[in-house]
């Protein structure tokens, strides 16, 4: 099945700084979508990017699907960005997504 | 609107037991997926139900099971409950399903003794 690797596994920021997040995936996919998970659990779609580059607010993705990676910018970074921010990608007609393992994000005060 | 539900939001069970857990989707949404979470295996896809069918499954033992009422909640299952089921299994919901906008519960915590 497709390989997902995140990095880095951990990124500790102070607040209003900006952070670049990357997924890379080992084969081709036709969805793939950014989630972030915030340190009590809760887990909120951001994007669903499979090409191209969207922005919402601090938060924006970009996905270069030939290269086979996708990027997930935070800029002035608060501390409600804390969490693990996971990228989930899939292939063919079906949605059978394949996680990474996450990027740990600790903003600090 | 109300957001997703799940119950319970904690439970604990002992090996070869089965267990229920419920999720209520957002009004209106057609589609519920089902994921576990784990610190060894991450995030992982249980199954999708759309409008009561089963419409997409991932890599899971026949253990765990699901069904979707006309109401859009759903149910999964697991029978004979083994030590690493222990997990967060989080459902989320959907008006189109697939890779559309999803919006998750807050979890079910499973711990198997």
């Known amino acids: 099945g497709i390989q997902v690797e995140q990095s880095p596994p951990d990124l500790i920021l102070q607040e209003g700084a900006n952070s670049t997040l990357r997924c890379n995936f080992s084969d081709s996919v036709n969805n793939l979508q950014w989630f972030h998970q915030n340190p009590w659990g809760q887990l909120i779609n951001l994007f669903y990017?499979?090409?191209g580059t969207k922005q919402n607010g601090r938060l924006s993705a970009t996905t270069v699907a030939t290269e086979r990676y996708s990027l997930l910018y935070i800029s002035s970074s608060q501390t409600t960005d804390s969490g693990v921010y996971f990228c989930a990608v899939g292939s063919g007609g079906s949605y059978i997504p394949t996680f990474g393992r996450g990027t740990s994000l600790i903003v600090h005060p | 609107k109300a957001g997703v539900t799940q119950t319970p939001r904690y439970l604990i069970k002992t090996r070869g037991q089965q267990v229920t857990l419920s999720c209520s989707p957002i009004?209106?949404?057609?589609?519920v997926s089902w994921y576990q979470q784990t610190p060894g295996q991450g995030l992982q896809f249980l199954f999708e139900?759309?409008?009561?069918?089963?419409?997409n499954k991932g890599n899971f033992p026949g253990r765990f099971s699901g069904r979707q009422f006309s109401n859009s909640r759903s149910e999964m299952n697991v029978s004979t409950l083994e030590l690493g089921d222990s997990a967060l299994y989080l459902c989320a919901s959907s008006q189109k399903g697939g890779a559309n906008e999803q919006f998750f519960g807050p979890g079910t915590r499973l711990t198997v003794l």
């Open positions: 990017i499979p090409s």
């Open positions: 139900y759309f409008s009561e069918t089963q419409r």
């Open positions: 009004s209106g949404h057609r589609s």
